[in-house]
C-alpha cells in the first residue's frame, strides 16, 4: 500500500521552530518529486514547497521563502520541513503529498496531514 | 503572481450536472487538475492533465481546459460527491503551484 505519514507538528510559540517529517512506503520514494501543502482551519488548500526527486530543484511559496526549509533522504524515504519564524498565519494543517510523475504537476498521494499551531 | 478563481458555491440536484469553472490567465496553456476534499480528509486526485483520470475515479467526473478557463463536470451527481473541490496548476513563470480557492459542492 502507498502510504505518507507526517509526525512532528504541535503547539510552538510565534518565532519559534518546529520541523515535520514525512515517511513514504509503499512506491520508490527516490523516484518522485514531494511537496507540502497547508490548510489554515476552514479555508483552502495552499501550497508550500516543493522538492524534486534528486534535491536539485527546491522551490518555495512566497510566503514561507528564508523561514522554511525543504530536504529529503532518499535512503530513509523520508520527506522533511523545517519551519523557522513561525507565524500565527502559519497556524494550518500540513500535508506531504507525492508528484504523480515528473510531467505530470499534480499531486496523487496525500498523507493525513499534521496540524502546527502558532500560538502568540 | 499566478491566480486561480472558482465560484464559493454550486448546488445540484441528485443525478443532475454540476459545474465547477476554474479561471486563469491563459488557464489552458497550462495543465489544470482537480482536487475532492470531504471533511477531515485529506485531498484526493480526481482529475489531472485536464481530462485524465486516476485509476479509481467513477467515469461521472470529467474536465476540460481552453482559453482562460478548466471546467470539472459532475454527472449524475450523487450525495456522496457533496464535498469541497479545488482546481490546481503549475506556474513555470513563478515556478510555483497554484490551487483555487476552492468550491463547496452541495447536493440539494
Known amino acids: 500500500e502507498v502510504l505518507l505519514v507526517e509526525s512532528g507538528g504541535g503547539l510552538v510559540q510565534r518565532g519559534g521552530s518546529l520541523r515535520l517529517s514525512c515517511a513514504a512506503s509503499g512506491f520508490t520514494f527516490s523516484a518522485h518529486s514531494m511537496a507540502w501543502v497547508r490548510q489554515s482551519p476552514g479555508k483552502g488548500l495552499e501550497w508550500v514547497s516543493y522538492i524534486s526527486s534528486d534535491s536539485h530543484s527546491i522551490y518555495y511559496a512566497d510566503s514561507v521563502k528564508g523561514r522554511f526549509t525543504s530536504s529529503r533522504d532518499n535512503a530513509a524515504n523520508s520527506l522533511y520541513l523545517q519551519m523557522n519564524s513561525l507565524r500565527a498565519e502559519d497556524t494550518a494543517i500540513y500535508f506531504c503529498a507525492r508528484e504523480l510523475s515528473p510531467l505530470v504537476q499534480a499531486f496523487d498521494v496525500w498523507g493525513q496531514g499534521k496540524m502546527v499551531t502558532v500560538s502568540s | 503572481s499566478y491566480d486561480l478563481t472558482q465560484p464559493p458555491s454550486v448546488s445540484v440536484s441528485p443525478g443532475q450536472t454540476a459545474s465547477i469553472t476554474c479561471s486563469g490567465d491563459k488557464l489552458g496553456d497550462k495543465y489544470a487538475c482537480w482536487y475532492q476534499q470531504k471533511p477531515g480528509q485529506s485531498p484526493v486526485l480526481i482529475i489531472y492533465?485536464?481530462?485524465k483520470r486516476p485509476s479509481g475515479i467513477p467515469e461521472r467526473f470529467s474536465g476540460s481546459n481552453s482559453g482562460n478557463t478548466a471546467t470539472l463536470t459532475i454527472s449524475g451527481t450523487q450525495a456522496i460527491d457533496e464535498a469541497d473541490y479545488y482546481c490546481q496548476a503549475w506556474d513555470s513563470n513563478t515556478a510555483a503551484y497554484v490551487f483555487g480557492a476552492g468550491t463547496k459542492v452541495t447536493v440539494l
Open positions: 492533465q485536464d481530462t
